[in-house]
Structure formats: C-alpha cells, structure tokens
C-alpha cells in the first residue's frame, strides 16, 4: 500500500468524449506526475504538478491537462479523447523535490476508448 | 538524452534458480535508477534504487541491484526465484524536471517462474 487511491479504476468513453482522471496522493506530498502506460509498454510521463503548478511535461498535446488541489488531490483531463488514448493511467506523488525522491504510485485508472 | 533499455522482454526461471534482469542506461548526468514491480492489474511498486554512495543496493523480497557506472548498468537479481516473483519489472532513470524529477522507464521485462 502506497497511500496514493485513484479513481475511477475502470471507465469507457466513445471517441470524441472528454474525462476526469482523479488521484488522492499521500499526505504531504507536494508533488504529483501522471503516466500513460499503453498495453504492454512502460509508463510514459505526461506532467508533473509541483504546489499547484505544472512542473514539466512529457510529449503529450494540450488536451491533456491537469489541476493540483492544496488537500494532496490532483485531476488528469482529457479532451476530444481518441482510440489511441486507451491506456492505464498512473499517478504518482513524491514528499519533497528533487529527481533522487522515490515517486509512489498508485493502482492506475483504465480507459478504453471505443 | 536520457533512456533506458531493458534487455529480453521475457525472462524464464525455474523455482529457485538465480533471477537476472538486464537495465543499461543513457544518461548525460549522474543517474537515479530505480527498479519497480507491476502485478497484474495492478500500480508500480518500488523495488529500489539507486541515487548516492554504495553500487550495490538491496530492496524488498530478496532482491538487489548493482551500478556499474563503466558499463551504464543497473542489472537486478535475486539468488533464488520464488512462484510469487512473477511479474513486470521496469527499470527507470530519473532526471531532473523543474524542480523535482520525471520517471523514464524501460519497455518492461516480464518475468515467468516455473514450478
């Protein structure tokens, strides 16, 4: 158990929808990524939310998005979703900066775009 | 630019026999490597890693990983594969992004012990 919850864990969407990904990370942790791990890929790293503000982010187009929340809560959002979209996606949360901190992650949200 | 490559997506082992799982890494600075663990349906656990100090470092459930700097390695094992050890492993690099860090994984490499 990492302490970090996500949800929903499964969900469908048709193309052209839009979705709301949330993640709960453990208390404290100031820092947030969120990962695209495609079927039988490693993660890929879309952005990362540092006290609320984007921090870095991946080769991802704009209509990926994010929002940090000051209670340790984050959104991923996804517009005008396509087939390729389909994916489990990661959040992981951090306790204070730096690239030698251990990310934790969480169980993952599955979308499937039809 | 940093990656990592994980060599043999499928490894095989019997109950018991020695587990090695290949990582080489590029990177244009000092590296943090980690090791994680995926089961089925599941997130990412931390193995280990490794930032400063001693090459080799020892994780969860047996296992431990060595960095060796000369040959951009960072290769894990275990002396003795167990049934519950089957799993993804993924190797990753850590470099800096803003303020903290941003995760660069390997493809994976799936790991089967048979009875």
């Known amino acids: 158990e990492t302490g970090v919850t996500q949800s929903p864990t499964h969900l469908i969407k048709t193309r052209g929808q839009q979705v709301t990904l949330r993640c709960s990370s453990q208390?404290?942790?100031?820092?947030v990524s969120w990962y695209q791990q495609a079927l039988g890929q490693g993660p890929q790293f879309i952005f990362q939310?540092?006290?609320?503000?984007?921090?870095g982010r991946g080769n991802f187009p704009p209509r990926f998005s994010g929002l940090q929340f000051p209670n340790y809560s984050s959104e991923l959002n996804v517009n005008a979703l396509e087939l390729d979209d389909s994916a489990l996606y990661l959040c992981?949360?951090?306790?204070?900066?730096?690239?030698?901190?251990?990310?934790?992650f969480g169980p993952g949200t599955r979308l499937l775009v039809l | 630019a940093q990656s990592v490559t994980q060599l043999g997506s499928h490894v095989s082992v019997s109950e018991g026999a020695l587990v090695l799982l290949r990582c080489n890494y590029s990177?244009?600075?000092?590296?943090?490597l980690f090791w994680y663990v995926q089961y089925p349906n599941q997130g990412l656990q931390l193995l280990l890693k490794?930032?400063?100090?001693?090459?080799l470092v020892k994780g969860i459930n047996g296992f431990e990983a060595e960095f060796k700097k000369s040959e951009t390695s960072f290769h894990l094992t275990k002396p003795s594969a167990h049934m519950s050890d089957a799993a993804e492993y993924f190797c990753?690099?850590?470099?800096?992004?803003?303020?903290?860090?941003?995760?660069?994984f390997g493809q994976g490499t799936t790991l089967q012990v048979k009875p």
């Open positions: 992981a949360s951090s306790l204070i900066s730096g690239p030698q901190e251990t990310q934790y």
């Open positions: 208390s404290g942790h100031n820092t």
């Open positions: 939310y540092y006290r609320e503000e984007e921090n």
């Open positions: 990177s244009s600075v000092p590296p943090y």
């Open positions: 490794y930032t400063t100090g001693a090459t």
């Open positions: 990753a690099v850590s470099v800096p992004s803003g303020n903290t860090g941003k995760l660069i």
